[in-house]
Structures are given as structure tokens and as C-alpha cells.
């Protein structure tokens, strides 16, 4: 269902605009304080890795149950901390799409309760835009027009940034997101959960020339993505082709595991950089923005910024501050100033949607 916004025009001025940020789209429950878009008053984040690391992936309805559990604690965490009333607090943003539907529930209903019993404005936040508008948290008038790679677990996005409020989606994966394909890969190594700081941690001692792994480019001018032919490559390469092999991860050395960790690594950095630069060059960017979980990653975040420094003229680089790369509520309360000052507002009938409108 469409998102509804109500365009109002805005409220008292007040010197600060306080905003309460709320985010459940996956694993995280998370609250945020955000002063004028920039000023981080609070971050309260609530990880539920160690609930689903043993099924090496999210179970929906354990994600659910954990937020209902911690949404109100998280909430109260980060007024507490912020140092401020509900008196101080401007409007409630909580990022109610895309997500999976049984986890966005509870942040958006939290958050109607909220802006019903306290009588603020609510926001709806798109999670994909608060990721890209994370890497602007400490510079955000970059020169237009700007590149955003979006890198998550459950997203790949390009986009052509021109203003916080409408990014235009340029492309995305039409399989597989950069992040699942790092939490497969992992699983197939056997190596811990969430599998994208896991492979960094053993691709630091291996080759990244060990083994030619695919690179998908799809079209000649494809801006999308794809990372399902890279999961199977290294399933076989584990498992034998016929997948009747015995698994070999078992027998592996160390070095073996590492090898194949930075050779995989090394060709999914190879295709985001390269799709990034064919955007940059197709809408004339000056700007590039980095961010989302995967942004975390040190050879993703290196390989980038050698692409910027290379191009003629050079591009300037903005990433997401690492404590911010992963699921967070800064980002939404960030995003929100923006709707604030324009005066969007979703009201109580804001339900979440489990993708991106
Ligand atoms: O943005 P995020 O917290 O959640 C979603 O919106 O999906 O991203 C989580 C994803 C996971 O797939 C995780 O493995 C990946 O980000 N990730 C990384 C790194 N840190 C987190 N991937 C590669 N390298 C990292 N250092
Ligand atoms: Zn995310």
C-alpha cells in the first residue's frame, strides 16, 4: 500500500528540532535522538545476532517477538540518554518499509502510539534512503549530483542522489543482496554469523587472486546487480559440482578457507565497484555515498575510494561512519529533519510495507 503523507506546513519554529527515530526492519531494534538532522543526542541498538546465529540467518518471527520484547526499553533508553522530555521532542520517524512486514509492524505501531498519546507529528522513513542519507551524516551538502551505493544484507541499490527527499532508484539486484551473498558464503565456510565480518576477518589472510570466481556485469549498460552465480561458484568449489561430493570445507586448511574468503570478497568489491563507477559516469556524478552494512567492509570502502581518486576529475567520497554502516535509528531521525522541514507526515493509518515504494 502507498504511503500516504499529509503535507503540512511546518510547525512553530523552535531554535532545535528534536526528532525520535524508530527502527525495526530486521534484526535490529533500535531508537535514536537526532538534533537537526546532524546532532546525535542518543543511539540505543538492540541486536538480536545471537538469536538467530544458530539458524545462520533471520528467523521472521523470532525477529518479531524480540522487538516487541525491546522496543519499549530501547525507546525509553534513548530519551533517557538524549537528556530530553516529550516536551522537547518535535515528531517521531520510524522507517516503516522496506523490511520484512512482521518486524516493521512493531517500530510503526510503536510509533503511531507514540505521536497519537504524546500528539506529534509522525514521519515515515524509507529504510534504503536513511542508509544513504548516513553518509551525509557529517558532511550533508555534497556536490551534485551525487552516486549512492547501498549496500545490506537484504538490499544492493544505485542511486542518483539529487535531494534527500527522492532519491531516484538507478538499480538493484535481481537476485541475491551483497550482504546475503556474504552471510551464504560464510555459512558455506562454516564461519560465524552475520557472515560479512566473519569473511573480512579470513579473507585478511588470504589471496584474493586464489581463485577466479564470476563476476556478473549483466548488460553492457546494466546498472543492476547480481549475486547468485557467485554463491553457486562457491558452493561448488565446496561441495563438487554434482553437489554429491563430500563437503570439502571439513578438510580445509586454514589458508584454503582464507583463499576462498578473499577471492569471493575480491569479486563481489569488483562488480559494486564497477557498477558504481558505470552510474557515476552515466549521470555525470561528483559525488560518491557509501553506505548500508556491507559499507562496513574495509576493501569495499578501499577499492571505492581508489575508483574516486582515479576518475577525471576526481570524484569526492562520502562513507557512512562505521557505528553507523549497520541497522540504526540515527539514520531515520537524520532523514526525518528533511520530511520535517518539508513538511511530510504520514498519518495513523501508516502501515509497513515490506518493500521499497
Ligand atoms: O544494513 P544492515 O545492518 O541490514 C540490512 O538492512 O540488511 O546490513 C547487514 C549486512 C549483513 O549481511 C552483514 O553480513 C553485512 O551487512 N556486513 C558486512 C560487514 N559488516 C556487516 N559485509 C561485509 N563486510 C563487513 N565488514
Ligand atoms: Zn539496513
Excluded at 79 to 93: C, E, F, N, Y
Excluded at 99 to 128: D, M, Q, R, S, Y
Excluded at 246 to 268: G, L, P, R, T, Y
Amino acid at each position: 500500500m502507498q504511503t500516504k503523507e499529509i503535507r503540512a506546513t511546518s510547525h512553530e519554529s523552535r531554535a532545535t528540532i528534536n526528532i525520535l527515530g524508530i527502527e525495526t526492519s530486521c534484526d535490529e531494534t533500535a531508537a535514536a535522538v537526532v538534533a537537526d538532522g546532524r546532532i546525535v543526542k542518543s543511539s540505543i541498538i538492540a541486536s538480536q545476532t545471537k538469536l538467530h546465529e544458530k539458524y545462520g540467518g533471520i528467523v521472521p518471527e523470532i525477529a518479531s517477538r524480540a522487538h516487541i520484547e525491546k522496543i519499549y526499553p530501547v525507546i525509553a533508553e534513548a530519551i533517557t540518554q538524549a537528556g530530553v522530555g516529550k516536551d522537547d521532542i518535535d515528531a517521531i520517524a520510524v522507517a516503516n518499509q522496506p523490511g520484512l512486514t512482521v518486524a516493521l509492524i512493531v517500530g510503526v505501531t510503536a510509533a503511531k502510539t507514540l505521536a497519537f498519546v504524546w500528539e506529534k507529528p509522525l514521519i515515515a522513513i524509507n529504510h534504503l534512503h536513511a542508509h544513504l542519507q548516513s553518509a551525509l551524516l557529517e558532511q550533508n551538502s555534497p556536490e551534485l549530483p551525487a552516486v549512492a551505493l547501498i549496500v545490506s544484507g537484504g538490499h544492493t541499490c544505485l542511486y542518483d542522489y539529487h535531494s534527500p527527499l527522492q532519491p531516484i532508484l538507478l538499480g538493484s539486484t535481481i537476485d541475491d543482496a551483497a550482504g546475503e551473498a556474504f552471510d551464504k558464503i560464510a555459512s558455506i565456510l562454516k564461519l560465524s554469523y552475520p557472515g560479512g565480518p566473519a569473511i573480512e576477518r579470513a579473507a585478511k589472510k588470504g589471496s584474493p587472486d586464489a581463485i577466479e570466481f564470476p563476476r556478473s556485469m549483466l548488460g553492457k549498460d546494466s546498472l543492476d546487480f547480481s549475486f547468485s552465480g557467485i554463491k553457486t561458484a562457491v558452493l561448488y568449489y565446496c561441495h563438487g559440482q554434482d553437489m554429491k561430493g563430500e563437503n570439502k570445507v571439513d578438510s580445509m586448511s586454514e589458508q584454503q578457507i582464507a583463499d576462498i574468503a578473499a577471492s569471493f570478497q575480491a569479486a563481489v568489491v569488483d562488480v559494486l565497484v564497477k557498477k558504481t563507477q558505470r552510474a557515476v559516469e552515466k549521470i555525470g556524478a561528483k559525488t560518491v555515498l557509501l553506505g548500508g552494512g556491507v559499507a562496513a567492509n574495509v576493501e569495499l570502502r578501499t577499492r571505492l575510494q581508489q575508483m574516486c581518486d582515479s576518475t577525471t576529475p576526481a570524484k569526492k567520497l562520502l562513507i557512512a561512519p562505521k557505528q553507523y554502516c549497520t541497522d540504526n535509528a540515527v539514520m531515520v531521525a537524520s532523514l526525518a529533519y528533511h520530511k520535517f522541514k518539508a513538511g511530510l507526515f504520514a498519518d495513523l493509518t501508516l502501515e509497513p510495507t515490506a518493500y521499497s515504494e
